[in-house]
């Protein structure tokens, strides 16, 4: 029996990617849960304020964000069944202190992923995604890659 091989379509990636950019960009915070995932984000582009909560509560992670004056978060914690059960939390405790919870976004991501369910497992889709990165984006990794017309 062949296992099916998860592919990600990198339009439609860099279409819902884009808009992650402008949101952390215009000041919107994103929280993971370990420091792969954040090294993946910063592979992938993701300027600002990254947060990781493998090893604090979500309560502790809301205080955090609240006195650092964040006003719009993305979570993408893992999108399995704890993930989904962390990200409900934070969203919990992120809304009770005011902070938007950009929730469709996430949604969004899930739906291009697919079959993925960590966020860290990117990782293994870097370079096929760069190749095919939109040329309207300005874009730096510590590759040198850098492709220009986005500001």
């Avoid at 954040?38 to 992670?61: N, P």
Wanted: charged fraction near 35%.
């Amino acid at each position: 029996m062949r296992r099916k091989v998860n592919r990600i379509d990198p339009l439609k990636f860099w279409e819902v990617w884009t808009k992650l950019l402008e949101e952390t960009r215009e000041g919107a915070a994103i929280v993971v849960e370990g420091k792969h995932d954040y090294i993946v984000l910063r592979e992938l582009f993701v300027e600002g304020k990254i947060y990781t909560c493998s090893e604090r509560s979500a309560s502790l992670i809301a205080d955090l964000i609240t006195s650092e004056g964040v006003k719009k978060v993305i979570i993408l914690t893992d999108f399995d069944k704890m993930g989904e059960k962390k990200a409900w939390e934070l969203a919990f405790f992120l809304k009770n202190a005011g902070i938007k919870v950009l929730e469709g976004l996430r949604e969004e991501i899930k739906k291009v992923l697919g079959r993925i369910s960590c966020i860290e497992d990117l990782r293994f889709y870097t370079e096929q995604l760069l190749e095919k990165a939109p040329l309207n984006l300005y874009l730096k990794s510590e590759r040198g890659l850098v492709l220009m017309g986005y500001q």
